[in-house]
């Protein structure tokens, strides 16, 4: 038995590639692109593994795709491969369009053909999961309930215009196709191997190094944390028992400001790693120029996921915020491989050219 993870070199799929294969004896294979968000060192304990095989590639490349569909035969896809950070998609939304829409697709129908040439039993037991994001809800208002399933789509970056369209794709290639999908809409993640361009890395990574937290306009809007090790136990429950064709919201249940995000990891900075001139890290905090089309509010209602599923997330934000931020103290190794680009050249002399 096998199953394909695209964009396992990157935070949440490398989690996920790691916590699957504490749990289940099967084949993974890894594919990715290895952008400036991928790193094979994240799973550096797997490399010698016989159970976990590499393939440097990209989902939008139709001949590639489909040779890894023919080759390992998997029973389940599960497609993390995304651009994912909202400022870069406001910056240059090119990658995102390429990679989130044209990528979707072309994998869609690499999996498509593949799903095609099974016999029927294979068929039944075949599916492909998409990891997507709460994001494509769009922003609430402080009195709205949290995001149902039921809510329409109103993405407001191009980042989450890019996720919903690869949403509305793998929805019609269930409608139209009978492909097995079922999609996730994910609150915001956080924990170990967090690229720190994402608000809580960037924030214990900078505080370490005595440079200013920047916070975007108030610092009041909020999300919805969830440690990403819930969220890889939410995507194996839908992988195990989802029904086909249907969307499950994921979410931690912790609305929280951003502003009381910075003040809670500088407390617990304060307590692990006092600074030498004995002040808070919270003095470091800084209000700078908002994000622009800032989304204010996102919140999920976690309760199909939990009814139907039996899943519920194990951590509370303060008991997964407190193992996160030990864990960057104890990783600074992987945060200087990152922050000095290091991981990059083992990429440049693996596979010859940055991508
Ligand atoms: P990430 O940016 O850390 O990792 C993305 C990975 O995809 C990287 O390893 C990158 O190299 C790879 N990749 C990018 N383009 C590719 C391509 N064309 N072909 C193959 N691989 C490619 O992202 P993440 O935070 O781990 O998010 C994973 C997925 O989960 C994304 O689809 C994202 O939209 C979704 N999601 C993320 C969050 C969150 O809080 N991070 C929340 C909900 C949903
Ligand atoms: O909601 C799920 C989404 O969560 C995922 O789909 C995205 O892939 C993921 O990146 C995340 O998006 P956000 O934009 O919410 O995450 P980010 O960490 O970039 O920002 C969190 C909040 O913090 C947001 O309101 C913007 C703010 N922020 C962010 C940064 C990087 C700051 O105030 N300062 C910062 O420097």
């Excluded at 389940?76 to 910056?91: G, K, L, P, T, Y």
């Excluded at 909020?222 to 839908?238: E, G, N, P, T």
Aim: hydrophobic share 35%.
């Amino acid at each position: 038995m096998t199953i394909l993870i695209t964009g396992g070199a990157g935070f949440i799929g490398s989690n996920f590639v790691m916590e699957w294969m504490d749990h289940i004896d099967e084949l993974v294979i890894n594919i990715d692109l290895l952008t400036y968000a991928g790193n094979l060192s994240n799973l550096e304990n797997l490399s010698s593994s016989s159970k976990y095989h590499f393939v440097h590639g990209d989902i939008a490349d139709l001949d590639l795709m489909r040779s890894v569909f023919f080759n390992y035969k998997p029973r389940a896809v599960i497609n993390f491969a995304a651009e994912s950070h909202v400022d870069r998609s406001i910056a240059g939304p090119t990658d995102f369009i390429n990679t989130n829409i044209v990528g979707t697709f072309n994998f869609l129908q690499s999996a498509k053909y593949y799903y095609d040439s099974l016999p029927d039993a294979s068929k039944d037991q075949f599916r492909f999961i998409h990891v997507s994001t709460d994001e494509v809800y769009g922003s609430l208002m402080p009195q709205d309930p949290p995001f149902t399933e039921q809510n329409r789509y109103a993405p407001n970056s191009p980042y989450s215009a890019s996720k919903a369209a690869s949403d509305h794709l793998v929805r019609a290639w269930y409608h139209t196709y009978g492909l097995p999908v079922i999609t996730t809409n994910c609150s915001n993640n956080y924990g170990p191997y967090h690229f720190p361009e994402k608000l809580i890395p960037l924030v214990i990574v900078n505080a370490l190094a005595e440079r200013t937290l920047p916070i975007y306009g108030d610092g009041l809007q909020i999300r919805d944390w969830l440690y990403v090790k819930d969220h890889c136990s939410a995507i194996r429950r839908v992988l195990a028992s989802g029904r086909l064709g249907e969307t499950y919201n994921i979410g931690g249940w912790n609305e929280i400001t951003n502003i009381d995000i910075v003040k809670t990891i500088c407390l617990i900075l304060d307590e692990l790693r006092p600074r030498s001139n004995g002040s808070s890290y919270t003095s470091l905090i800084t209000f700078v120029e908002d994000r622009p089309g800032h989304d204010r509010r996102y919140a999920i209602d976690a309760r199909k996921i939990e009814s139907e599923l039996g899943w519920k997330p194990t951590e509370t934000f303060s008991t997964g915020i407190r193992k996160t931020v030990q864990w960057y103290l104890d990783n600074q190794d992987w945060v200087q491989n990152v922050q000095s680009g290091a991981y990059r050249d083992w990429v440049d002399q693996q596979y010859g050219v940055s991508q």
